[in-house]
């Protein structure tokens, strides 16, 4: 568990940060920094038993169907790269406290650096190989927020999207490559694929999965072709830089080369591919590093170089060369973050980075001149440090690999890269550095904080200490790391600072000489470099990328034409193109059930619904007159649930026609009376196929439905209505005690959909709506807006309504009733009220807030539901009794009631909340020339000042 | 009466689908509430027809019409109320908000723009 917990801690960490930012900018500092130092030592204490040779495991099952587990394990190379992590971090977090200007967010800053952390910390420790593929993914995303840390950049912004770009899209390649990997090896445990490399390297799956792989980590490790991104990356704030392309990010996809040598290594196509592609990106890079002037980019292309570097080491597949790849990471890692911090002190010193116009730093800054002066010359490879023993013990394993049958191609190009490097690393430390002191600096350098040279200093330390003494500082550690990459035992690692008068030596010498020559005719090589024409990685990207998007938007534009009758005529279309291959390919018949006689008022009802239909369709351009039909048809349909049986739906829907005509009606009022006619014929015949094949499939399908017989499970809840429901009427016993958590989501549905009518039109009332609305009040108002005998005739009715309404509500459990059509009766009643005598007067006598009885609807059905908790029952769970009242009689109370109730007043609710709103935008638009109800004047009028808001 | 309800769902969907591709939101409101009606009565019919058979529980009797169909249906009513108040109010917020009753972006009809530019009263 301790594995995991290493991993664990940033991410907790980064929570943390951005809250530690409150107590000021070191507070957040050491927050983080004792994050990153606590998972360094929960790592060290694993540290004896994993040098004793043990490997530690820790697995969670997480989605153990797909093979996919929480699994960490930590060998050799996991504890050299996730100490190299971690301890990097640590100087970095420190570095960065002073970096950072006090107008960054550091709490952002570190959050994302620990996330970033974590995500690599995975990457190292991961035994799964899908979960490898997630937190691959995680540092492509947090290194795209460091990246573009500095969002107000525009070269910051599109490094990070580059960035994002390559390395997450190489992931992609990734996943699929270490899925056929766990195909191949029958396992996706890093452990165990490992040990199996023989049947991955026998399996027909062994090439592509090896492809795969190798796109996701050439992309990450920043390999040719894919070396661009890493040079525009250098947008980021430097102590990212210094962390992600010396220890962590780039070094990804060499670490995964590592991590699966084992399995993948050892081939033909191993050795051409990685070794050649190792080489290429080591020359190109140092060649490219050779000619920039921001030390930046000279940095980060020698990155490129020295990534190169390490490839071609792990490509060559023997076990002296992967160790020396081992040793490469670990001494590159020291150098540079070194200098990459260096160049940072430069930058904040004296405010540019540009090699021209610099000089002389060395008597500014003494202590950081001197460290990075010693860096740089490791970087160099010059004897007494450790870039030296590495790059000799490079090209050593060069003179061993046989490339193409060209024996001397490898160690040839290999030293003509180490004397680029010679000519690169003295351009960056000698101009910079050394020279003449010089005092036109954009400002003036001086030493800088402790804080910001103690990090390089602690890096420089086994630079001196590794070149010096190898065998003491360094031959532990990559022995044992490197023993874990083989998987095996390797021969002995013997770094020394002299091996004779070897071929690699003379190679070295060379290379210096020539390094030499390089950097004093650098100008004249500059110019001739500049008359040839070459390729410029950045541009064919973005040049890439604007293709991919101009395509996508001009697809996109086709697409998303804006036209809902476009989206809905496609989506019909392929619910027709569906239907119709079921028809086509199913039998369609009409079923042997006998069908019920045709009597005479059916077929008259049935005329007047075709009728309404094609008149809908004629005329529905007056908008009235549609309304009209429409609500005839309403009355068709419930005259049809009265046929067929169904007493609650005929009143459910004669109630709700009212309501929605009142609506309509009212809506009617502020929108344009008449539809333009459509006069496109193409399109009006394209809706009418349309409309026609919807229509006649509808048609067939319900017939073929309903002459069929079917099990159904009706006489379940026919016969447990009464015993166990304790109603007769078993619609309604179904609504509110069966299947009552339906009903309970449903009243919840209205009461969102009644409080987005009232936030939609209240705000109505204000800016473009509001001067419409003002607009429209000089139409033509009726003379009698309330005439006196609807008036007197709501006003008697409103009593008998409501008890009409609390009769259907009571008597709902046992015959046709029910909260539904209660609340409709009861909103109908009271909205009658104000359609008679003005919204104005209604508002203003009635007592209870529509909201109000919305919530209270939903809260008492909910807490109806909940009370049968108390009795341990589960949601929902009914129960009633008869109880003797005195003049009444015997009466049955169920629980349901209660949660009837609720339903109730949801109902009433909704319907006064959306009517009411509509009325009162209405009362804006209508204001000057609405009289007050006639019965209003004088009596019953609560002094309510200006009356109507305005 | 098979025949005429499954005519009549059908007669209701496709005038209900023409409305629906209609470019003004009002016959497309109509539309909507016309496929309401034809969804309902499908699930209704779903049940399948009875005669004088009330889903009332009553002692001796054994024929009865199938109440889930019914109770699912009744609440659809009910929230297809709620969904057409809601999209009437869509419907005329946006009028309200962009004086124009198109659903369609690129056709903009200049008979659905209400002139109110020379009657435009500032607040």
Not at chain 1, 585 to 593: K, L, N, P, Q, V
Not at chain 1, 906 to 928: C, N, P, S, Y
Request: aromatic share 8%.
């Amino acid at each position: 568990m301790s594995i995991a917990l290493v991993c664990l801690i940033p991410f907790l960490a980064a929570l943390v940060a951005p809250l530690a930012a409150r107590g000021g900018r070191t507070a957040c500092a050491l927050a983080t920094a004792g994050a990153s130092a606590a998972a360094l030592a929960v790592l060290l204490t694993q540290a004896p038993a994993v040098w004793a040779g043990d490997v530690l495991r820790s697995a969670i099952p997480w989605v153990p169907q797909v093979g996919l587990s929480f699994s960490f394990f930590l060998d050799g190379l996991g504890l050299f790269f996730a100490g190299l992590i971690l301890t990097i971090g640590v100087l970095i977090i420190v570095y960065a406290r002073f970096y950072l200007s006090p107008d960054d967010s550091m709490g952002r800053f570190f959050a994302y650096l620990l996330l970033f952390q974590g995500a690599m910390l995975g990457v190292a420790l991961s035994d799964n190989v899908l979960l490898l593929a997630i937190f691959w993914e995680l540092t492509s995303l947090s290194s795209f927020l460091l990246i573009g840390f500095w969002r107000q950049s525009e070269e910051g912004r599109r490094g990070a999207r580059m960035a994002l770009a390559i390395t997450g899209g190489g992931g992609l390649a990734l996943i699929a490559g270490l899925l056929l990997l766990g195909q191949a090896a029958g396992t996706y445990e890093i452990s165990e694929i490992i040990k199996r490399g023989e049947a991955i390297r026998a399996s027909s799956l062994y090439m592509p999965a090896l492809l795969l792989i190798l796109v996701g980590a050439f992309a990450k490790s920043a390999q040719f072709p894919f070396h661009f991104w890493l040079p525009h990356a250098m947008a980021a704030p430097t102590p990212v830089s210094a962390y992600l392309h010396s220890a962590t990010m780039v070094k990804a996809g060499v670490f995964l080369l590592a991590r699966l040598w084992p399995a993948l290594a050892g081939t033909e196509a191993w050795f051409l591919i990685v070794s050649g592609v190792g080489l290429v990106t080591m020359l190109v890079g140092a060649w490219i590093a050779l000619f920039k002037d921001d030390l930046k980019a000279i940095l980060a292309y020698s990155t490129v170089s020295h990534l190169g570097l390490m490839t071609m080491l792990l490509g060559f597949g023997t076990t002296a060369a992967a160790t020396v790849a081992i040793f490469h990471i670990f001494n590159h890692a020291a150098f540079k973050a070194a200098l990459f911090m260096s160049v940072g002190i430069v930058d904040h010193e004296t405010g540019t980075r540009d090699i021209r116009r610099l000089g002389g730093l060395r008597a500014l800054m003494p202590i950081s001149g001197a460290l990075a002066l010693i860096a740089s010359a490791a970087m160099a490879g010059v004897p007494l440090l450790n870039g030296f023993l590495s790059k000799e013990m490079m090209l050593e394993a060069a003179f061993t690999a046989n490339y193409a049958g060209l024996p001397w191609l490898m160690p040839g190009l290999a030293g003509l890269a180490a004397l680029l490097s010679v000519a690169y690393s003295a351009r960056l430390g000698v101009s910079a550095y050394l020279g003449p002191e010089r005092h036109d600096y954009p400002h003036h350098p001086h030493e800088p904080p402790a804080g910001m040279w103690g990090p390089v200093a602690v890096l420089v330390a086994p630079v001196i200490l590794v070149g010096l003494a190898p065998m003491t500082f360094a031959a532990p550690l990559v022995s044992r790391t490197a023993a874990a990459v083989v998987g095996g035992p390797i021969d002995a690692f013997k770094p020394a600072l002299w091996h004779g008068l070897t071929p690699a030596l003379i190679v070295s010498v060379i290379a210096f000489v020539g390094g030499y020559f390089v950097w004093r005719f650098h100008a004249r090589i500059d110019a001739a470099r500049r008359s040839a024409p070459r390729p410029d990685g950045r541009r064919l990207f973005e040049r890439g990328l604007a293709n991919v998007v101009g395509a996508s938007r001009s697809l996109n534009a086709r697409l998303h034409s804006e036209s809902l009758p476009s989206y809905l005529a496609a989506m019909l279309s392929a619910v027709v193109v569906v239907g119709a291959a079921g028809f086509f390919t199913a039998t369609h018949a009409a079923g042997a059930r006998e069908t019920l006689p045709i009597n005479a008022p059916a077929a008259v009802m049935w005329a007047f619904l075709v009728a309404s239909c094609v008149a809908l369709v004629m005329r529905h351009g007056d908008r009235l007159l549609a309304l009209i039909v429409t609500s005839v048809i309403g009355v068709v349909v419930c005259v049809a649930f009265i046929q067929f049986s169904a007493p609650d739906l005929a009143l459910t829907q004669i109630s709700v026609e009212v309501v929605t005509t009142i609506l309509l009606l009212l809506a009617l009022n502020l929108l344009p009376r008449e539809t333009p006619r459509e006069t496109s014929v193409p399109r009006n015949v394209r809706d009418g196929a349309l409309a026609l094949a919807c229509g006649a499939g509808v048609a067939f399908l319900s017939f073929a439905a309903m002459t069929r017989d079917v099990a159904s499970i009706a006489d379940y809840h026919i016969a447990e209505s009464k015993p166990q429901g304790g109603g007769t009427n078993v619609v309604n016993v179904i609504l509110v005690d069966i299947r009552g958590f339906d009903t309970f989501g449903e009243i919840i549905v209205l009461c969102i959909a009644a409080l987005a009518i009232y936030a939609l039109l209240d705000s109505a009332l204000r800016g473009e709506a509001a001067r419409r609305l003002a607009a429209m009040r000089q139409g033509v108002e009726s003379a009698d807006a309330h005439p006196l005998l609807l008036v007197v005739a709501t006003r008697v009715l409103l009593p008998l309504a409501l008890v009409v309404g609390v009769y259907i509500f009571l008597r709902g459990h046992n015959q046709p009733g029910g909260g539904f059509i209660a609340g409709l009766v009861v909103a109908i009643a009271l909205l009658m009220q104000a359609l008679a005598s003005g919204y104005g007067w209604a508002a203003r006598r009635s007592r209870i807030n529509a909201h109000t009885l919305l919530g209270a609807g939903v809260l008492i059905a909910g807490a109806t539901g909940a009370a049968a908790f108390v009795f341990g029952r589960p949601f929902l769970t009914s129960t009633f009794g008869y109880f003797h009242i005195p003049l009444v009689g015997q009466i049955e109370l169920a629980s349901a009631m209660a949660f009837d109730l609720g339903v109730f007043l949801t109902v009433v609710g909704t319907v006064i909340v959306a009517l009411a709103q509509i009325a009162r935008v209405e009362a804006r638009a209508e204001r000057a020339a609405t009289p007050e109800g006639p019965l209003g004047r004088g009596y019953g009028e609560r002094a309510t000042g200006a009356g109507r808001e305005g | 009466m098979e025949y005429l309800v499954s005519t009549g769902i059908g007669a209701l969907t496709a005038s209900g689908v023409y409305l629906l591709l209609r470019r003004q939101m009002f016959p497309v409101i109509i539309g909507l509430a016309l496929l309401s009606y034809a969804v309902n009565v499908f699930i209704f019919s779903m049940g399948r027809l009875a005669i004088n058979q009330a889903p009332i529980f009553e002692k001796g009797v054994s024929a009865y019409a199938d109440p889930l169909p019914q109770a699912l249906v009744l609440t659809a009513i009910v929230i297809s109320f709620g969904m057409t108040a809601l999209i009437v109010v869509l419907a005329l917020r946006s009028f309200l908000e962009t004086g124009s009753d198109a659903v369609e972006e690129a056709v903009q009809d200049p008979q659905a723009t209400i002139k109110d530019d020379k009657e435009s009263v500032v607040r």
